[in-house]
């Protein structure tokens, strides 16, 4: 291991790609001395390791970098999208099919809201995909309860700013009008909490069903 070397990878990196965690939650498990390289306690993240290095979390070795990849999964309504909830509810990981490596999602789904959710085991790729500067679409359909029209929804392809927290323009079309309900198709760019329903609120509107559709 070297602090310089030029042919070694960044430990917390390596970890990332080994399906640990993301680069920065790894960069915290180092400064939290939870990280030793070839036994000796890693104590920065700047650390580089080479391929025979052996790296350890919490005294266990972890796996062999991976190729990067990603899982489609759907979520249903009731699941939560961390690794452990609190309040022992269960989980997303909890339903993975046994030989199912070590993956992590990209975003989250609240515990009412269903669809697509995208796994990897690559703690990197998961960081880019999160990243709001990527600009990725995220699309889903929602069912909310009202009448509204098309013009109802100009504040949201503008911009809102909610409790003082500014919220991109969104992309919301209009499909139908379904007895006491209305479908929309809303488009975002980012992924703050509860984004949807808060904004759907905002212009008088209760969410009583999200879909991810698309990412």
């Given at each position: 291991?070297?602090?310089?070397?030029?042919?070694?990878?960044?430990?917390?990196?390596?970890m990332a790609r080994?399906?640990?965690?993301s680069?920065?939650?790894a960069?915290?498990?180092?400064?939290a001395?939870?990280?030793a390289?070839?036994?000796?306690k890693?104590?920065?993240?700047?650390?580089?390791?080479?391929?025979?290095?052996?790296?350890?979390l919490?005294g266990?070795p972890i796996?062999a970098?991976?190729?990067?990849?990603?899982w489609?999964?759907?979520?249903?309504?009731?699941l939560?999208?961390?690794?452990k909830?609190?309040?022992g509810?269960?989980?997303v990981f909890?339903?993975?099919?046994?030989?199912m490596?070590?993956?992590?999602?990209?975003g989250?789904?609240?515990?009412?809201s269903?669809?697509?959710?995208?796994?990897?085991?690559?703690?990197?790729?998961?960081r880019?995909?999160?990243?709001?500067?990527?600009g990725?679409?995220r699309?889903y359909?929602?069912?909310?309860?009202?009448?509204p029209n098309?013009a109802?929804?100009?504040p949201?392809?503008r911009?809102?700013?909610?409790?003082g927290?500014?919220?991109?323009?969104?992309e919301?079309?209009l499909?139908?009008q379904?007895?006491?309900?209305?479908?929309?198709t809303?488009?975002?760019?980012?992924?703050?909490?509860?984004?949807?329903?808060?904004?759907?609120?905002?212009?008088?509107l209760?969410?009583?069903r999200l879909i991810?559709?698309s990412?």
């Open positions: 291991m070297s602090e310089t070397s030029e042919t070694g990878e960044r430990i917390a990196k390596v080994a399906g640990v965690a680069r920065r939650d960069e915290k498990m180092i400064l001395g939870r990280v390289v070839n036994g000796v890693a104590d920065s993240p700047a650390l580089d390791v080479m391929p025979g290095d052996k790296v350890t919490d266990k796996d970098p991976q190729p990067a990849r990603l489609l999964y759907y979520k249903p309504v009731g939560v999208t961390s690794a909830d609190e309040k509810r269960q989980t909890d339903t993975m099919p046994e030989g490596p070590r993956v992590m999602s990209v989250r789904l609240d515990l009412t269903e669809g697509l959710l995208l796994l990897t085991n690559d703690g990197e790729l998961k880019r995909l999160e990243l709001p500067t990527t990725w679409l699309k359909r929602v069912r909310v309860n009202g009448r098309d109802t929804f100009d949201l392809r911009g809102v700013t909610i409790d927290e500014e919220f991109q323009p969104m919301v079309t499909d139908k379904q007895g006491a309900n209305a479908w929309l809303v488009g975002l760019r980012e992924g703050k909490n509860r984004e949807i329903r808060r904004a759907m609120a905002e212009v008088g209760t969410v009583n991810r559709v990412y």
